[in-house]
Structures are given as C-alpha cells and as structure tokens.
C-alpha cells in the first residue's frame, strides 16, 4: 500500500470515529457530584439524545515510548497532570484550568464557553504522537484558547479515573466537549476517539460550536444577566462608599480649619482685652440645620473633588491567567511599562507562584526582567492581551 492510500484510510478511520454531531449523557461519579452540586443549578434533564458509536482503531506496532519523568510528590492532584505534561511536551500548549472539574464548568457558564476535556492516557501508543503534532500546535492552541474552557486529566489518577469511567473513552487520545445538565450528570456534546490532525480537530470542534451556539446562548441569558446586575449593584456601591469617604476628609477638614480660625480669634482677642464668644463647630451648624428642616439634603462640598484616577484613563486591558485556574484583569495606559505588570501580579499575593515569568501563548513569546522597560504599545498589548503565568525551574 503506498504512503498515499494509507493516509487515506487513516483519514477515513478519523471521520469515522467522529463523524456526526455526538451527543449523550453522561452521568458523574460521587466524587465529582460533591463539587458539581454546589455550582450548577438544578434543572430539568433533557430527553436523551440518540448514541454515540464509536470506531475501534488498533494501534501500530511501535515501540512503547519513554515514561514521563516522576513528578514531585507535593504537586496538588489538581496540578498533577498540568506539571507532568510541560516535564514530557514542554510549555506551548492550551491552558488547561489547574483546578477541580464542577470549578471549570462554573468558570464556563460564566463566559459563556463549552468545556474541552482531554484524558490522557501516558502509556498508550498514539498519545505521544498526538501530544505533540495534534494538541500542542499552534493552531489548536489558538483555537481552544480563544473558544473553549479546557481541562485534561491523567486517566488513572484523582478525577481522571472517575471522568473515564462516566464517558468510558473507546480509544485514544480522547477529547470531549460536555456542558451542564444537571446536578449529577454533564452533557457530551462532542466525542473524538483516536489520532486526528490539527485542521481535523479545529473542522470538529467548529462545527460543534456552529450547532450549539443558539442554545447554548439562550441557556446562559439569565445567568448573564443576573451577573451584569450585580457587577452594576457592586459598582454602585464603590461609588457610594467613595462618595462617603471624600463627605468624611471634607468633613474633618472643615473642622479642622474651624479650630484654627477660632484659635486665632481668641489669641487676638486675648491682646486686645476683647472677650470672644467661639462660634459653633461646622459639625454642629450642619446638626443643627438638620434638625430644623428636615427636608433639606446636605450635599457634600464640591471645592476639594479628588482628581481622577490614574487606572480610570486605563486604555489598555490586561488578562492574567495562574497556572491554578485563578484569572485577574486590571487596565493599563498604553505607557505603561511591562515592569508595572509584574507589580501589579506580586501584589495580588497569589501564593506558590515563586519565580515566574509573562507569556504569551501565540504567537508564543516570553516578557522576562529583559523586557521590563518596554511599554505596553511596544509590546503588542494595545488595545487587550491574555498572559498567562509560566513558572522558572
């Protein structure tokens, strides 16, 4: 069989084994229904969908490849998969959330995402091959960046071994896109068995997205709702407390100035014999205004406005992303330089990052302590960017 034909049955194994929309449902295991429970609501399931075949594919006859180097025994289970992948296929690869499964699908009701699930299986002999060709190009690292909210497990460890046996993968490498249902169990809406290519992978996952973007939009229209109210009900309140605190500075300001004036009037007095009668306190003139018309509003002094904030005029958007899953965003001016970027991240406290530097995932490229000079709009970052956090050895 010459190199040709056998790509095409290889191609043809591929379509085959994700050919259609797939969708099932799946039911969670207990350990993950104790997280689950707590972040998605409860609903009714929908009327399950037809099944999923999936194409057995046997592996080539090729040595088993080298077992990745042993991990630290302190890496949380959470990172366990996160740190024993860069060991084996390096750094460039999609952000996969280091955290716990039901913590990913609240992150992706709130963005309004599907969940990309990738379980790994180290010793089987097609893993290697798409790890490196298919998962971390740049085309699929892009791609799953930009569309998805992605999480990967070891299938024989933590949350792995329960996620395999609730989607009971056919072969691998094994991808899946699944959405909440319920309390106990996640929609599959998509399943890739087997090795694919790059372009193979994104035309699927595409035309998972074409399909469901109509409901999926219309299942999270109340939850996107309910959270721009209360980003609008928190932003009223910082509004009100700074308006608080600037009645209280001018408050004691004018109080302190009514010492100093009455302080003057009754050492002039002393000199000239005359006896001064003190004149009530600004504090208690505004009491006693108060208490005679009731109706009446005591606005604050507008003669000391504080001026605007320097991050008010920020033109220029931030995204950090931890290798724990946490995210941050903070505005910057174009000016800026890379250094107050690194400010900005130490200050937030985030605890085991250590030594670490800023990358940016495609095109790929690192912001070490040789960039800190260098300004944001020099650095690309204008008008928005996504970092993300890479720890130093």
Not at 29 to 56: C, D, E, K, N, T
Not at 330 to 335: A, E, S, Y
Request: hydrophobic share 35%.
């Amino acid at each position: 069989m010459s190199s040709s034909s056998a790509r095409e049955v290889a191609a043809e194994r591929s379509r085959n084994s994700c050919s259609g929309f797939a969708r099932t449902v799946a039911r969670l295991p207990a350990s993950i229904v104790q997280g689950l429970s707590r972040s998605i609501p409860r609903r009714a399931p929908r009327s399950r969908p037809r099944g999923v075949h999936v194409h057995q594919q046997q592996p080539p006859q090729a040595p088993p490849l080298a077992p990745p180097s042993p991990t630290p025994p302190f890496v949380p289970e959470e990172l366990y998969f996160f740190s024993a992948f860069e060991q084996q296929y390096g750094s460039h690869h999609p952000f996969f959330y280091g955290c716990r499964f039901s913590e990913v699908l609240g992150i992706a009701r709130r963005e309004g995402k599907h969940v990309f699930v990738y379980l790994h299986e180290p010793d089987h002999p097609y893993t290697g091959p798409f790890c490196r060709s298919t998962l971390c190009s740049d085309v699929v690292v892009e791609f799953l960046d930009a569309n998805f909210v992605s999480w990967a497990a070891v299938t024989g460890r933590g949350e792995g071994s329960g996620m395999a046996a609730s989607l009971q993968p056919g072969s691998f490498p094994f991808c899946a896109v699944v959405a909440p249902v319920s309390s106990e169990s996640i929609t599959v809406l998509q399943r890739v068995e087997g090795p694919v290519t790059p372009s193979e992978l994104v035309e699927i996952l595409q035309r998972t997205i074409d399909e469901q973007s109509v409901a999926f939009r219309a299942l999270t229209a109340n939850e996107q709702a309910a959270a721009f109210r209360a980003s609008r009900a928190e932003e009223e309140e910082r509004r009100r407390s700074a308006l608080r605190v600037r009645q209280e500075q001018d408050a004691a300001y004018l109080e302190s100035l009514w010492k100093d004036q009455e302080k003057q009037r009754s050492t002039k007095g002393l000199h000239e014999g005359i006896v001064v009668k003190p004149k009530a306190s600004p504090k208690y003139q505004c009491q006693a205004a108060t208490e005679t018309d009731k109706t009446t509003q005591i606005r604050a002094p507008t003669h000391k406005e504080t001026a605007p904030s320097h991050r008010n005029e920020a033109n220029t958007k931030i995204m950090i992303r931890f290798p724990n899953g946490q995210r941050s965003q903070q505005g910057f001016l174009h000016t800026d330089t890379i250094r107050e970027i690194y400010t900005y991240v130490n200050s937030l406290g985030i605890p085991g990052i250590g030594q670490y530097q800023l990358v940016r995932s495609y095109p790929r490229k690192t912001y070490g302590h040789q960039q800190l000079a260098m300004t944001l709009r020099d650095a690309g970052f204008h008008p928005s960017v996504t970092l993300y956090i890479e720890k130093l050895q």
